[in-house]
């Protein structure tokens, strides 16, 4: 198998994603934009939310700024709706639901009225209204917001009489509400007489229901659209204080459309109240009393009850989206826009490459979003185009190769020629825990019948993540072959990845736990007292093996404690999708998610898992270290690792087979300063990295000395890679005090 860096293309042999349906129904299943519960109440479509919150913050100018919006008549709808809002209200099924309406008027009495409408100037055509009643009123005010110039014939006297015939109680400011309208009033008329006579003049004619229906006993209007169309008349019925104010705003919103020449039906939207598909979930939300708004205080202690009804769960789950600071169906729709349309090279890369592809995201929402298949699909489509790096996943896909390269094992137990069983601890455990993956096997064949064989290597699971689906077919081709000639055994699978992504291989398998748990446990296993268990994200939807550690666990002694997000809802070390190496940021903050959950020692059965969590410090274990009490050094390298891998394989070789195995030291001594170590570590230098450098160079003589310091540089290019090392020389081979490398090509010319 080879890897080799993909050139950038413009041939696009795979140019979408999806289809346009397709993403459509996947951007459905979010439901983070969807209005509150309250909010989706409310025919007006106040903001709920916003005006609650900002009063909570004592800001009720800001509060008013947003009531206003929805309704020109603040004081006489704060204090006379119906609200169907607070019926709605999340807190309901806990008790007492928000006092929306007296927080809405607790607005209006301690808010401060904007200054108007500015710059903007009135419009050419004019309106008239003819006959007062609630919509009517409601309606002037729609349409000079809407800066109409409007003309209102009423028969009452004056704004005091207007109220109290429309009105079923006159609230406090109600008189405000009317003075403040920018409308030319014209009291003590006679609507009915003044329409027949004047409404010609006018370019928007309005009517109240009573006087259209005096004036057009056989006519109808549309409802939806408070308009006569025989008559080109904004008119219609209404009920209540609610509707009135309803009813005008559909009605000026046909009065603009006309006034353009526009059908009145074209383009409004989604009007009036509407169900909601939001999800908010009220776990460890208390019950808490309605608190009467009596005052500024009282509205803000009562504002502050309110949940801020929201869909989060991904969110609060997964560290990727919070990194992102984007909801999935944003950022689904941003990945596809950049694979399916822009086409470029590297502009959602990172996104792209720091998800985890853990698959948290699908449990935690409500309607199962799967953030990671859409990363994944991404990946796999920018690599058939050309547009994927290799740069983000080369040292992990390169990992991977040697331990299905020079590390691979696969022999049959000795004495079988096929097996009945095959144990496969994957390429973590190898590196992480020789030791434990020795004892494991060794158990394994004392006491299954029919032969237990070994299988070292690992699973394809790194080029899956990094899409390089190729190089995929090629590593299941390759294990399935080994598998055949073993016999096709049951695989024995150490690590739960290694389960999951040989299970949909195709191969039979079946988790080590499950295995234990029928022969029982070894004697001699390791005690270590109370724990917190962190489920492998490779054993999502795995409940027996989630179930099969915890009984393991407490077999051994250990006092198993419960921590948010377990189970299925356990999140990613940041192991998982390659994110450590793609985006070593994000990876990170997901580890130290992981190990907010507990104070306690983290035991885990992932091999990846237990190392994250080690490097930050983390008393961790591996639960094969406690069953076989061979305690793993914390926090090897990346050369330790692979150090690791070969002397296993050698070590098994020659004790189980008696194999003549290679030398595995260097023809020369090399040393390291702890500066170079912990800057290999880092930028992912191995130590046979600097060993082929240094052959060059011994080889070659090509190197640079620098007289000031002592010290000596050379570089050598391997595969997409050219490394440098500097070093002194000392006796039988060099002292490598620093080590880095780039992607660039270097061409001597002569």
């Known amino acids: 198998m080879i890897l080799e860096e993909r050139a950038s293309t413009h041939i696009y ?41 900002a009063i909570a913050q004592g800001d009720f100018d800001k509060a008013l700024r947003l009531y206003e919006k929805i309704t020109p008549l603040p004081h006489i709808l704060s204090s006379l709706c119906e609200a169907p809002c607070e019926g709605k209200c999340k807190l309901c099924s806990l008790g007492d639901g928000i006092a929306l309406r007296e927080l809405e008027a607790a607005a209006v009495a301690y808010g401060s009225h904007g200054k108007g409408r500015g710059l903007l100037r009135k419009k050419t055509k004019t309106a008239a209204i003819f006959g007062a009643d609630l919509f009517t009123l409601f309606l002037a005010g729609e349409l000079s917001k809407k800066m109409y110039p409007v003309t209102f014939y009423l028969s009452q006297s004056d704004a005091g009489a207007l109220l109290t015939q429309v009105l079923p109680k006159v609230p406090q400011g109600a008189e ?60 219609g019925p209404w009920q209540g204080i609610l509707g009135a104010a309803f009813a005008a705003k559909k009605a000026a919103l046909s009065a603009d459309r006309m006034a353009q020449k526009l059908d009145p039906a074209n383009t409004r939207g989604q009007e009036g109240s509407v169900e909601t598909r939001l999800y908010t979930s009220l776990e460890g939300v208390a019950p808490s009393k309605r608190i009467a708004c009596t005052d500024r ?54 996104p792209i490459n720091a998800c985890s592809l853990c698959g948290q995201c699908s449990v935690l929402c409500p309607n199962g979003y799967d953030m990671a298949e859409v990363c994944l699909i991404a990946r796999r489509n920018m690599v058939t185009t050309g547009k994927m790096p290799l740069a983000p996943h080369e040292f992990a896909l390169m990992d991977m190769l040697f331990s299905n390269g020079e590390a691979f094992l696969s022999l049959a137990q000795p004495g079988f020629t096929t097996c009945k069983y095959v144990f496969f601890p994957g390429c973590q455990a190898s590196a992480i825990a020789p030791q434990a993956v020795r004892a494991a096997y060794l ?56 389960k999951k992504q040989l299970t949909g291989q195709g191969q039979q398998v079946r988790g080590i736990w499950e295995v234990l748990e029928e022969i029982g446990l070894p004697p001699h296993g390791q005690f270590c007292g109370p724990v917190a268990v962190h489920d492998g994200c490779g054993a999502r939807g795995d409940r027996q093996t989630q179930d099969s550690i915890r009984r393991i666990a407490e077999e051994l002694g250990c006092q198993v404690t419960q921590t948010p997000y377990e189970g299925d809802q356990a999140p990613c070390c940041g192991y998982g999708g390659l994110t450590q190496y ?29 190392d994250r969590f080690a490097r930050q410090g983390r008393r961790s274990m591996h639960l094969l270290e406690l069953v076989y009490n061979t305690p793993a050094d914390d926090c090897p390298d990346i050369s330790a690792k692979r150090k690791n891998r ?36 880092d930028r992912m230098i191995l130590q046979s990295d ?23 540089l050379t570089s050598l290019r391997l595969g997409n890679v050219t490394f440098w090392v500097r070093f002194e020389p000392i006796a039988g081979g060099y002292r490598v005090h620093r080590a880095y490398s780039h992607r660039m090509n270097i061409v001597n010319r002569e």
């Open 690 to 712: 600097v060993v082929q450098v240094l052959r060059n160079l011994r080889e070659t003589g090509q190197g640079i000395l620098d007289e000031e310091t002592g010290l000596c």
């Open 13 to 53: 042999r795979q140019k979408r994603m999806f289809t346009k349906e397709e993403l459509e129904a996947r951007e459905h299943l979010c439901v983070h934009e969807q209005p509150a519960y309250c909010s989706a109440a409310c025919p007006l479509k106040l903001d709920a939310k916003a005006v609650t919150q």
């Open 646 to 681: 070969l002397e296993l394989k050698y070590g098994l070789m020659k004790q189980i087979w008696n194999q003549e195995v290679p030398e595995m030291e260097p023809e020369f001594v090399i040393e390291y300063t702890p500066e170079a170590e912990s800057m290999m570590d």
């Open 582 to 610: 793609a985006n070593r940021e994000v990876a990170d903050e997901m580890t130290v998610q992981c190990l907010e959950r507990s104070d306690l020692p983290y035991l885990s059965y992932c091999m990846a898992c237990r």
């Open 176 to 235: 405000a509400d009317v003075s403040g309208l920018d409308v030319r009033f014209v009291w003590n008329a006679d609507p009915e007489s003044c329409f027949r006579r004047e409404a010609k003049q006018y370019d928007l004619v309005c009517a109240s229901f009573t006087v259209f229906n005096a004036l057009y006993p056989q006519d109808h209007s549309d409802e939806a659209l408070m308009v006569c169309r025989e008559r080109n008349l904004i008119t």
């Open 297 to 350: 205080e009282c509205a803000i202690a009562e504002a502050a009850r309110c949940i801020q009804c929201r869909c989060e769960e991904c969110i609060k789950g997964c560290a990727y989206l919070r990194h992102y600071k984007k909801f999935p169906r944003v950022l689904t729709r941003e990945i596809y826009n950049n694979v399916s349309i822009i086409m470029g090279d590297h502009m959602m890369n990172k």
């Open 443 to 498: 158990d394994l064949c004392d006491r299954l019948q029919g032969g237990v064989a070994l299988m070292l290597g690992c699973c394809g699971a790194i080029c899956d993540w990094a899409g390089r689906y190729e190089l995929y077919d090629d590593t299941v081709a390759f294990l399935r072959e080994k598998l055949e000639s073993l016999g096709n055994p049951v695989v024995i699978a150490g690590c739960p990845t290694c």
